[in-house]
């Protein structure tokens, strides 16, 4: 089993819905969570961190912390077409605390 | 607006060269990596350092090396490229522990 998983994707949703974008961690342990954004070509950049249980919102991007289940979401409300890219989980794992663990990505397409 | 600087850019190099992907950030962050990524593929970590003076392997068999003698500079050397080292160079670095990373643009070789 993957330390941290993404939906396989790809995903494809029409512009102005809300895409939803799923993690899980395997570590219990795991402290801090990320997602980043990667568009084709480019690097990746951190777009949400999200520390505790709960809801962050920031914009048109909300991250969702569920411990307990070991999971962790991204929705982006309204999208549009310069949100197609892939998006990539990070998970700061108890097993290797300084580093980042990365999910493989999910790839988004907004079709106008 | 980028605080961590990859060169080059692009890089087309015969097999057997020695070539060295730079890599310098002027946010005094202690902790560095590199990582490989080919095409849509995952990021496969080959490298990290947590402060001058210190580097250690990644997940990823690497026949690079990395040197970390000032904080700021964190240079990946291959002896002698091969056409299999083609690929995404990115690196990166972090401020904290719990923080995310900050991601350079990038060096893409390519090896003939």
């Known amino acids: 089993q993957k330390e941290v998983e993404q939906n396989s994707g790809p995903l494809s949703v029409p512009e102005g819905a809300i895409a939803s974008l799923n993690c899980t961690y395997s570590?219990?342990?795991?402290?801090?969570f990320f997602w980043y954004r990667q568009y084709s070509g480019k690097s990746p950049e951190l777009i949400m961190s999200?520390?505790?249980?709960g809801d962050k919102e920031d914009g048109r991007f909300t991250a969702q912390l569920n411990k307990a289940s070991q999971y962790v979401s991204l929705l982006i409300r309204d999208s549009q077409p310069s949100d197609s890219a892939t998006y990539l989980c990070?998970?700061?794992?108890?097993?290797?605390?300084?580093?980042?663990?990365f999910g493989s990505g999910t790839q988004l397409t907004v079709l106008p | 607006e980028a605080d961590i600087y990859q060169t080059p850019r692009y890089l087309v190099i015969g097999t057997g060269k020695k070539i060295t992907l730079e890599c310098s950030q002027t946010?005094?962050?202690?902790?560095m990596y590199w990582y490989q990524q080919d095409p849509g593929m995952e990021l496969h970590l080959i490298h990290y350092?947590?402060?001058?003076?210190?580097?250690e392997k990644g997940d990823l068999s690497s026949e690079s090396t990395v040197s970390r003698i000032r904080t700021e500079h964190f240079p990946l050397t291959l002896e002698s490229a091969r056409p299999s080292h083609t690929s995404q160079y990115l690196c990166?670095?972090?401020?904290?522990?719990?923080?995310?990373?900050?991601f350079g643009s990038g060096t893409r070789l390519t090896v003939v």
């Open positions: 570590d219990r342990g795991s402290q801090s």
């Open positions: 350092s947590y402060g001058v003076n210190s580097t």
């Open positions: 999200i520390y505790s249980n």
């Open positions: 990070a998970v700061r794992t108890s097993g290797s605390a300084r580093q980042l663990t």
């Open positions: 946010m005094g962050h202690d902790k």
């Open positions: 990166a670095s972090s401020e904290r522990s719990e923080s995310g990373y900050t």
